[in-house]
T-cell receptor, first 115, second 117 residues
Framework: AQSVTQLDSHVSVSEGTPVLLRCNYS??????LFWYVQHPNKGLQLLLK??????LVKGINGFEAEFKKSETSFHLTKPSAHMSDAAEYFC?????????????FGQGTTLQVKP | GAVVSQHPSWVICKSGTSVKIECRSL??????MFWYRQFPKQSLMLMAT?????????EQGVEKDKFLINHASLTLSTLTVTSAHPEDSSFYIC?????????????FGDGTRLSIL
């Protein structure tokens, strides 16, 4: 069975410092992995996706993530946090065994950015 | 591209009322749409998978007679919360996946905040 674990429920950084949001996954298949961001009372916006191409994936707004099969990790990083990055972030794996398109969500990480 | 529009964004209504939420893919066709429910400070919970031209597939524990889903076209799915009660108050989000393209990400609507008085 596939699963996703976001290792931190809350991360706080100062503006201009690096961001690291950690995600580990479990999958019997070659996974498709995504990071989504959710601002308050909004839907989810796709930041980036990994679908078995390059292991270092660049996304929008300066975010990137590295797929590490040996560590079953897909951590999200950004070199310099901006106040507008404060939001909820979800690491997501696509249920690939049956091509149902179902997504399996992590529990989310709240990113706080301090001035 | 890949915009999903969800309407309404806010609904406040009395207990016993039925509420319909629409989810539209504006610039792509979606044979499959998904309906989620999100409680405060929690992750998204998949309620059902909506398939164009066929019956929706509901997740375990979700009452299909309570949450009616219709996916009559390749760009529109609706969720109707029938005889809503205060415990149905929540944030409902839809998403759509582009038809015929494997491993494409789901694109999400902006959600509907439902408050039952």
């Amino acid at each position: 069975a596939q699963s996703v674990t976001q290792l931190d429920s809350h991360v706080s950084v100062s503006e201009g410092t690096p961001v690291l949001l950690r995600c580990n996954y479990s999958s019997s298949y070659s996974p498709s992995l995504f990071w989504y961001v959710q601002h308050p009372n909004k839907g989810l916006q796709l930041l980036l996706k990994y679908t078995s191409a390059a292991t270092l994936v660049k996304g929008i707004n300066g975010f990137e993530a590295e797929f590490k099969k040996s560590e079953t990790s897909f951590h999200l990083t950004k070199p310099s946090a901006h106040m507008s990055d404060a939001a909820e972030y979800f690491c997501v794996v696509s249920e690939s065994s049956s091509n149902t398109g179902k997504l399996i969500f992590g529990q989310g990480t709240t990113l706080q950015v301090k001035p | 591209g890949a915009v999903v529009s969800q309407h309404p964004s806010w609904v406040i209504c009395k207990s016993g009322t039925s509420v319909k939420i629409e989810c539209r893919s504006l610039d792509f066709q979606a044979t499959t749409m998904f309906w989620y429910r999100q409680f405060p400070k929690q992750s998204l919970m998949l309620m059902a998978t909506s398939n164009e031209g066929s019956k929706a597939t509901y997740e375990q524990g979700v009452e299909k007679d309570k949450f009616l889903i219709n996916h009559a076209s390749l760009t529109l799915s609706t969720l109707t919360v029938t005889s809503a009660h205060p415990e149905d108050s929540s944030f409902y989000i839809c998403s759509a996946r582009q038809a015929g393209v494997y491993n494409q990400p789901q694109h999400f609507g902006d959600g509907t905040r439902l408050s039952i008085l």
